[in-house]
């Protein structure tokens, strides 16, 4: 996937594939991969090309922010983050497109997800397109439960205003075979990015913006456990939940 901030970076202060290799020394075809194939460069060679670009090395290469590794309380869990802002974007974006078989998400609006990644609903034609079953799952702007908790993040009517846009986002999707989008009005605990066997799982903390609550990552075990928990719990939402339709 092609890395658009460190193109738009290069862009901006007039660096070609070229001139940031020689800063950087390396091959121009190792910038090109950067930059085409979303390559990532040793940590040395990404600060010295942030630092060259006057850009921030996380806002170029998210990857590199490192996971808090899991304690062993649970096989399932994969990763424990403090916030959702230290979830590097690939986080998502790799999630589904690893996804063979079904992509979930359960949020009010998470706009970031396409303000941070604009190719979010190409990914997502690709996968339904590969057979993939994609259900996406948006608050009800109208809703008494999306109002109020605007009102607990201290967010007012922005949340409302989020949720239309994050409407307006998957509107084009509509239509598209294999992919689904719903309202819902519920109230939500967890926001949830689902591919295949694992999950996303953004808690919500009373009085503190979704960027700002914790994060964990699970892969499902064989036998079950708190993965099915949340599977569960987003279909019962799903049931509940308005079809969006075309037009």
Not at 100 to 127: M, Q, S, T
Not at 161 to 174: F, G, K
Not at 212 to 217: C, L, R, S
Request: proline content about 4%; charged content about 20%; glycine content about 6%.
């Amino acid at each position: 996937m092609r890395n658009e901030r460190l193109r738009a970076a290069m862009t901006a202060g007039g660096w070609t594939h070229a001139t940031l290799a020689a800063a950087t020394a390396v091959d121009p075809k190792s910038v090109e991969r950067w930059v085409n194939l979303g390559r990532v460069p040793r940590r040395a060679t990404a600060l010295q090309a942030a630092e060259t670009l006057g850009e921030d090395v996380h806002a170029l290469w998210p990857s590199l922010r490192q996971a808090r590794a899991a304690r062993a309380v649970s096989p399932e869990l994969v990763a424990l983050y403090d916030q959702r802002a230290d979830l590097p974007m690939s986080a998502f974006t790799d999630l589904f497109a690893q996804a063979r078989e079904r992509i979930d998400v359960l949020v009010y609006a998470a706009v970031f997800l396409h303000e941070a990644y604009p190719r979010l609903n190409a990914l997502l034609r690709e996968r339904a397109a590969e057979g993939c079953t994609v259900r996406i799952a948006l608050g009800d702007a109208d809703s008494a439960n999306v109002q109020l908790r605007g009102n607990e993040e201290q967010f007012g009517h922005g949340i409302e205003s989020r949720c239309r846009l994050a409407l307006m986002h998957y509107r084009p999707l509509l239509g598209v075979p294999g992919i689904e989008l719903r309202t819902h009005g519920t109230t939500l605990y967890n926001s949830l990015y689902r591919a295949d066997d694992q999950v996303l799982v953004n808690a919500h903390v009373w009085g503190v913006n979704a960027y700002g609550a914790p994060v964990w990552h699970l892969r499902r075990n064989a036998s079950g456990g708190i993965f099915d928990t949340y599977a569960r719990s987003f279909d019962a939402v799903w049931e509940s939940a308005t079809t969006v339709k075309e037009g």
